[in-house]
């Protein structure tokens, strides 16, 4: 029998000759495939900075970092995203303000945004949930109002948009993934894209040892890290970045099968508002409170099909458990229930429509 796992990335002969070619040469790190990377993305989303990082994670951090967010300031972040949302929080030891979630899109209820904020919030930050872009018309104009800068967490919604607007474009900055669950990917990676020139120069200056170029020698201005991209990395993006939206338009055409053969009554399938461009990093249905979940992942998995729980109801985690002791029955009942009965289905370019059938009815069957 074969498995269909939940993920795997799309590598063809293309991408590893490319990467071949810069092993080649013997320029590894970030040079020409690195630049090249940073110009398609400022094209593709049209914004005048993009610069290039180890991950998605380095790219939050380095946003906060430069818009001076440290200890005793606040950030609101969804409660409901992956861990490293409220990590890059805590890194820079500011306060990570959780906000329940709207349970049809998985993103920011933007409705309970303002009675989150106090004196001491200084940012928001909205995830883009699995590809669908947050109500950020709504929240840029909260922002606005209470004087706060906005970084979107777009790791996996690279090419989604709202009304024709791309995800990341909306705040001071917009941060982009790579890893490999990502609609291209560099292995780890990340990129960060920002309309703000001062800012992307502080981006710059931090990611590289806080060395700038100053009348052509190399001066160390500030304090920074190594947060830089390889150009084999960057190589193997380029590659793939030619097929981005070819790949996006294929996944749609699978999603929609999704919701066609998804016949169930007990799984709750993604809800779309109009005007959004869902890009389906992630495929993520809701099961009724009667299924115990893991279970269902254990059944799927006996029967040739790999899946698993979407992201985490991060204030439940025990880390921030322990440090918040927040009730998140009371406080993120959403969000809580989007962790504990959510379910991600096997969604990428690899699979043809006979894969994404057999898992419709392997689900209808089981549940
Ligand atoms: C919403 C979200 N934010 C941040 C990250 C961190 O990205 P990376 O794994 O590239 O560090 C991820 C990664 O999956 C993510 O899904």
Known sequence: MSFIPLMQPSILDDDIEAVTKVLKSGMLIQGKEVEFLESAFSNYNSVSNAIALSNGTATLHLALIALGVGEGDEVIVPAFSYIATANVVELVGAIPVFVDINIG?????????????????????????????????????????????????????????????????????????????KAITSGEGGVLITSNDSLARQIKIKRNHGVEIVEGKMEFVDVGYNYRMTDFQAALVNSQFKRLDHGIKYKQSLAQIYFNEIKSPKVRLPFVPSGKYHTW???????????????????????????????????????????????????????????????????????????????????????
């Open 105 to 181: 899109t998985f993103n920011i209820d933007v409705n309970k945004i303002e009675a989150a904020i106090t004196p001491k919030t200084k940012v928001i930050m909205p995830v883009h949930e699995f590809g669908l872009v947050a109500d950020m018309d709504q929240i840029m104009q909260i922002a606005k109002a209470h004087n706060l800068f906005v970084i979107e967490d777009a790791a996996c919604a690279l090419g989604s948009k709202h009304n024709n607007k791309f995800a990341g474009t909306w705040g001071d900055f917009g941060s982009f993934s790579l890893h490999p669950r």
């Open 281 to 367: 990093q992630t495929f993520h249905v809701l099961l009724d409170d009667s299924l115990d979940r893991d279970e269902v992942i254990l059944k799927l998995r006996e029967a040739g099909i790999g899946t698993n729980y979407g992201a985490q109801c991060m204030p439940f985690m025990k880390y921030y458990q322990q440090k918040y002791k927040l009730n998140c029955e009371h406080l993120y009942p959403e969000a809580l229930r989007a962790f504990k009965q959510g379910l991600a289905l096997p969604l990428y370019e690899k699979l043809t429509e006979i894969d994404i059938k057999k898992v419709c009815d392997v689900l209808n069957k089981i549940l």
